[in-house]
């Protein structure tokens, strides 16, 4: 087959597409005729590109170069030939509308083009009025047809499938709160005291941030949360009422009506702070607003769902026997189940969603309260206004000065600076942590360090802290050029996760850098070491039986190293030890010759979706601006390469 040769202009090709005069057209044939002329000329452009390409090949390869060549030639014919279209249609358009009777037929060609815009809108809005009336008659006639019980039950599925897609879309573990918190309820003492004493409420306890779990006595590793009842800790919990108390003990606060912000709202200060978590609804249409807690207990009785709360036992003034005691008559105890006192890293393995989420707000909410000492005067954290001692509010929510009591004894004292405005230490904090991989231009190869503080060959993302003063992605470049000397760009958002270790939010970043450009981690010296890993490598760790877990030993470790805390020397000994994953004796274990985070971590999630190739950079980039060397620095309590 011959192909055609590229030597005809458009003016010499017999195609129907030729301007006529456009004194003679109307506005709409011009336009067409505009459409015509360009598809036409594409039409020819792709035929004659086909062509000669398929007889280029036939030909062989010496052929090749002489239809590129045609084909470039005839490219630039198409490209003259618009020009000249162009050119043409403008000189005819100026005579065009000069014209009066040209410029009416335009005017009444618009007109039409904009009575057919209107007439399509208004025919969209009444079908959809049309939907909306159907639908309503449709969901009357369902809720007078049906049977309460069978609406009931497919509200409950729309719940349910409502939480399985925050699951999708919350994929990190502690993530997708399941939990309505009631914010606007904790400051309701009526609420709280009635809502404490259901037999519903279920509480998760904690030991100096060591949550209670319990665990199979034949497999102590196979451990989840225990979840007790209000019953169970009541013991724990110190006079009532439990929140609004007075002065002496056993009053309670009555609260006047027309007063705001008052410093007795939910007030706890006999006793050690509890903190309200939430509600697990099982319907979305029972939370109330506080208007209609006239009566708390006929209120509560409307609520469908578990109420949750948590608290802290480390600083009660209880024996370790008392303690112990008080433990094993609760209702697990008492129907033969294992108690235990639980390194809380080991539970990211073995968490569900739910269990995982209530945890992570539980942790940080007893944390903060129990490192501001608030369970008896002398061990009360002080008012940073003005140094007297605090007291809880609102649910375990806030911290409030004991000057502000209406009973307090301020002579010959000035207010404390928190009687007004808002100040960010009497509320609990959550601090943000960038945490990032870098990727290298290729694509198949990943920047991970390792961190001073955790043991063995522990390989992890690169973290931070943000600092004042910049956003996430100035944190990722600044933190990747202390870290570990690397510039990148092209910084991508990944995906949050809380953190009860105790009380962060890790923000994942992906980015690109040079993997050519040399290593130093003697910036910050936060690191060991810090190299490229490729993907083949990484595949191998994770293959491996314990490549990518960790075992309650190890997570001991990294307790004791960020968080200052000796899991061995608690004031109050576990109940039972926590599992330790050494092999079995007289068995050699075969170690990786790296260890990575587990899954169940934001890094273990980022290494594994670069892995995988559901993240990543395209393979050839239009342009690329390097980030420049970032400046600032500062000491971070998350070093380096984290979990």
Not at 31 to 44: F, H, R, V
Not at 64 to 89: M, P, S, Y
Not at 460 to 488: C, K, N
């Amino acid at each position: 087959m011959q192909p055609l040769t590229p030597t005809r202009t458009p003016e010499q090709l017999n195609v129907p597409f030729r301007i006529k005069a456009l004194d003679t057209l109307t506005a709409a044939n011009y336009i067409n005729s505009l459409k015509a002329a360009t598809g036409s000329l594409g039409n020819i452009f792709g035929k004659l590109e086909s062509q000669t390409k398929e007889t280029a090949i036939q030909g062989g390869a010496s052929e090749i170069q002489r239809f590129e060549r045609l084909a470039k030639e005839q490219n630039q014919i198409h490209k003259d030939g618009i020009v000249e279209i162009n050119r043409r249609c403008f000189d005819c358009s100026s005579s065009f509308f000069t014209d009066t009777s040209n410029q009416v037929i335009l005017k009444d060609y618009l007109n039409t083009q904009l009575l057919e815009h209107l007439k399509e809108q208004a025919q969209r809005e009444i079908e959809a009025e049309i939907d909306e009336l159907v639908q309503k008659e449709v969901t009357r006639c369902l809720e007078t047809m049906i049977p309460q019980n069978l609406q009931d039950e497919v509200a409950g599925q729309k719940v349910e499938l409502e939480g399985l897609r925050k699951e999708l879309l919350n994929s990190n573990m502690f993530s997708g709160s399941p939990l309505n918190r009631l914010s606007w309820l904790r400051t309701s003492h009526p609420f709280l005291n009635a809502i404490i004493a259901s037999p519903s409420t279920r509480w998760l306890v904690f030991n100096a941030g060591q949550p209670l779990v319990l665990a199979n006595s034949d497999t102590l590793h196979r451990q989840s949360l225990v979840f007790l009842t209000t019953k169970d800790v009541k013991p724990l919990l110190g006079p009532e009422p439990y929140f609004g108390q007075n002065k002496e003990i056993g009053q309670l606060v009555v609260e006047p009506p027309d007063v705001q912000h008052s410093p007795t709202e939910a007030a706890r200060h006999h006793s050690s702070p509890v903190v309200f978590l939430g509600l697990k609804e099982n319907s979305k249409t029972s939370a109330l607003p506080s208007s209609e807690f006239v009566d708390a207990e006929a209120a509560i009785a409307n609520l469908d769902g578990t109420p949750y709360f948590s608290m802290d036992v480390a600083d009660l003034d209880l024996s370790p026997e008392r303690l112990n005691e008080v433990l094993q008559a609760t209702e697990p105890a008492q129907n033969g189940q294992v108690l235990s006192w639980s390194e809380p890293r080991v539970l990211m393995t073995g968490l569900d969603s739910f269990s995982g989420a209530v945890f992570a707000e539980a942790r940080s909410l007893v944390d903060w309260n129990q490192r501001n000492k608030v369970s008896s005067i002398s061990s009360r954290q002080f008012c940073a206004g003005c140094g007297s001692p605090t007291y809880s509010m609102w649910g375990g929510w806030k911290l409030s000065c004991s000057s502000l009591l209406p009973w307090a004894d301020n002579t010959g004292r000035k207010p404390c600076p928190t009687t007004k405005g808002l100040h960010n230490f009497t509320h609990p904090r959550t601090d943000p942590v960038v945490i990032m991989i870098a990727i290298d231009e290729s694509g198949d190869k990943v920047l991970l360090g390792r961190g001073k503080k955790f043991p063995g060959k522990f390989n992890s993302a690169l973290a931070g802290f943000i600092e004042p003063g910049e956003t996430f992605e100035d944190a990722v470049a600044r933190e990747m050029w202390e870290e570990a000397g690397v510039s990148v760009w092209d910084i991508k958002y990944h995906s949050g996760q809380p953190w009860p270790y105790p009380a962060n939010l890790m923000v994942g970043f992906y980015a690109k850098a040079d993997s050519s450009q040399p290593i130093r981690v003697d910036l910050d010296n936060e690191l060991v070491d810090a190299r490229w890993f490729s993907r083949s490598e990484i595949l191998d760790v994770l293959g491996h039986p314990i490549g990518g877990k960790f075992g309650s030993n190890e997570y001991r470790k990294m307790a004791e190293s960020t968080e200052g805390r000796n899991s061995n020397n608690q004031q109050t000994p576990h109940l039972n030890p926590t599992y330790e994953d050494k092999p079995a004796a007289g068995v050699k274990r075969d170690d990786p010759p790296f260890r990575l985070p587990p899954a169940t971590a934001i890094a273990g999630m980022l290494i594994r979706d670069w892995v995988e190739e559901k993240i990543g950079f395209p393979s050839a980039s239009i342009s690329i601006s390097e980030a420049g060397t970032p400046n600032g620095g500062g000491d971070n309590n998350v070093d380096g390469a984290v979990i």
